[in-house]
């Protein structure tokens, strides 16, 4: 091909990957990872639910996606996405580089000594997820993964929970999905703590891996606020906040069950 011709493609590519000017007057940025599906992830193809990511190539879906949108539509303003790790979101919220973090963040006693939190947009409860031929697979309560390996997400109440499993390996923790997934089907870690939906997720899109679940009183211990996400927004934000808390009283728990199923449904194969 025509060295001129490549030279051209490529700065297309760099001009499609550059960040546009943002209008704080008639836009607001979210900010999430775009690898945590069902709450998010990334797709290379458009789509009718699809936001495109300010500053990359490709786009962001998902539930998160779902009621960023909402939350957009309510406010007047044209949303914008930003992909970020999830270890650099509340530094971006921080620095004004993002408005506002809607990605399956817990509302906790830590983090809101930095950032301020919505009302809960969403309520799951915790599983693990193991291998179709573990040893682990008809476990029925907790304590039945006495010895095991168990990981996590880093930076998140996930990790935490691990020491609720008496005699259990609590392994390094990861910094995402993804590589917890890899880890278990490696046969590195034994099981992967996760929320219910995500764990649904993780299952279609990994045959050989499923979901122990368990009945009240023999599974993790966690209060109301660990089992919910909200939306994170700068202390000194209140307004939004309260704008942010009146559009999310206006969706309803039936509403936003059917954007969770349709998140699953549409999710694409690999994610």
Known sequence: MNKFLLAGMASLLLLAGCSSKIDSESQIVVG?????APFNWTQIESSESAVAINGSIG???????????ALAEGLGKELIVKKIAWEGLEAALSSGEIDMIVAGMTDTAERRERVSFSDPYYASDMVLIVRNDSSFVNATSLQDFNGAKVVAQRGTFHNDLVVQIEGAVHMTPLTSFPLLANAVI??????????RPVAISIVNSNPQLTIVDFAEG????????ETTVSVAIRQSDSEL????????ARISDETRNLWMADALS???EGN
């Open 186 to 195: 490696s046969g590195e870690s034994d099981a992967m703590v996760s929320e």
């Open 32 to 36: 999430l990872e775009c690898d945590y």
């Open 59 to 69: 786009y962001c879906d998902g539930y998160d996606i779902a009621m960023a949108s």
């Open 266 to 268: 549409r999710q694409p």
């Open 218 to 225: 023999f599974g993790f211990e966690t209060d109301v606020e």
């Open 241 to 248: 906040r309260d704008q942010i808390n009146a559009i999310l």
